[in-house]
Every structure is written in structure tokens, then in C-alpha cells.
């Protein structure tokens, strides 16, 4: 009998390990199976090459489950701030930054920082700090550029002017 084999091209173990970020709780299968083969007598560095893990990871959830049993390979609720932009001034906030600031009457021709959080601040009631608005600004694909510095050039307009009103000084020309 032949060996049951996956020809449809879509399925990748890349595509797969996506689908297990995507999927609420997939991340414990994956853990309980990669148990499984430490089990079975696998190396830790194994395991962590076939579910592309770092290895530290796998250490971890080893040490997890010897000090918690099966519990250990929960999911556990992490704690942290809730972000300040939801989707929506996510969503609004990346289609102004396809535009110019000028457009939102903010008087800047180039995205910075400093412009994300006047902008957040004018139109959602959000306040930042100028390094967070930088974090967003890379989170949503787009790079911060250095302002454009325009150099007064000097024209010839007064200068007739100006050398009449100079005086020279008689002095020592030695």
C-alpha cells in the first residue's frame, strides 16, 4: 500500500504555522504535539527546527510543563495595556498618511512623529507620545524621512545699496 502523501500545493508548513497564529488555541495543539514527540524520544532542537520555533522557546515550554504538568501548555492570558487606537483610527490614520498633512490643515509638508500626534490629537482625542506615533507610523508600512531643507539663495537686490553705505576706514594696509 502506498503512503498517504498531501499533493495540493497551497498546503506548506509555512502556510500552516500561519493558519495556527490566526486560529484561537491552535498554538496549544501545536504544543501538545510537540510534547508528544519529545516523548517519543525527539530532540528539543528537532522539535523546534520542524514547528520553525527557536529552540529557547521549546526549552521553555519543556520547563513550563515539567513544573505545571499538561496545564502548562495553556495559553495564558497576557497582561498589558490595551492599545489606544482601535481599528478604525488605525484605518483612518493610515489613509492620512497616503495624503499630505497639509490636507488636514496641519502646517507640515512631510508625516513625522510630532505631525502623527498633533493629527491623532486634532481628530480622534488621541493622545500619544511622539516616539509611539514613530512605532505606528513603521507599524502601518510607511517610513519616516528626514525633512527636506530648502537654502536661501542670495540675489543681487541691494547690494548697490549696501556697498554705498559702507565706509572704509583709512587704517594701516601693511
Not at 498546503?11 to 514527540?37: D, F, N, Q, S, Y
Request: glycine residues 8%.
Amino acid at each position: 500500500m502506498k503512503a498517504l502523501s498531501i499533493t495540493n500545493e497551497d498546503v506548506t508548513r509555512e502556510a500552516l504555522l500561519k493558519m495556527a497564529h490566526r486560529i484561537p488555541g491552535a498554538w496549544t495543539g501545536i504544543k501538545i504535539a510537540a510534547m508528544l514527540l519529545i516523548l517519543d524520544g525527539w530532540k528539543s532542537s528537532q522539535t523546534a527546527r520542524l514547528f520553525e520555533l527557536s529552540r529557547w522557546s521549546m526549552v521553555k515550554w519543556i520547563h513550563r510543563t515539567n513544573d505545571e504538568g499538561t496545564a502548562g501548555l495553556k495559553n495564558k492570558r497576557r497582561l498589558g495595556r490595551p492599545c489606544r487606537l482601535d481599528k478604525k483610527v488605525l484605518e483612518e490614520l493610515e489613509k492620512a498618511l497616503e495624503e499630505k498633512p497639509e490636507k488636514f490643515g496641519l502646517k507640515r509638508k512631510r508625516w513625522d512623529g510630532i505631525v502623527v500626534v498633533e493629527y491623532l490629537e486634532r481628530f480622534h482625542g488621541v493622545r500619544l507620545k511622539v516616539r509611539q506615533a514613530q512605532r505606528w507610523i513603521r507599524r502601518l508600512g510607511f517610513t519616516l524621512q528626514r525633512p527636506v531643507h530648502k537654502y536661501v539663495q542670495a540675489t543681487s537686490e541691494g547690494v548697490e545699496e549696501f556697498r554705498e553705505t559702507i565706509k572704509k576706514t583709512p587704517g594701516d594696509q601693511g
